[in-house]
């Protein structure tokens, strides 16, 4: 997704908030913010917010256990079974 048409200066944020919240949730697309013709950050709605953050949680917990597979941190599936059903008679 190209976002060149969705930058605008702080001023323009300033004095259109209502409508550019709005615009945000209609379309679900972020708002490139500028300050004196640099970027300067990112403005979305809270559901696509929301939605990057489980993201983000997912992608990590990914890596982390790619990264304990590479390390050799692994038991057998069977063995973690076992493990779990020891745990619920002990329980």
């Known amino acids: 997704m190209k976002y060149t048409t969705r930058i605008k200066p702080i001023s323009y944020v300033k004095s259109n908030a209502a409508e550019i919240i709005r615009e945000l949730a209609e379309r679900r697309e972020p708002l490139v913010i500028t300050q004196n013709g640099e970027a300067r950050a990112v403005l979305?709605?809270?559901?696509t917010y929301d939605e990057t953050?489980?993201?983000m949680a997912l992608l990590k917990i990914l890596a982390l256990g790619t990264r304990q597979v590479e390390?050799?941190?692994v038991v057998p599936a069977s063995q973690a079974v076992k493990r779990l059903r020891g745990r619920k008679a002990r329980g």
């Open 44 to 47: 979305q709605d809270v559901a």
């Open 53 to 55: 953050q489980e993201t």
């Open 71 to 73: 390390e050799g941190k």
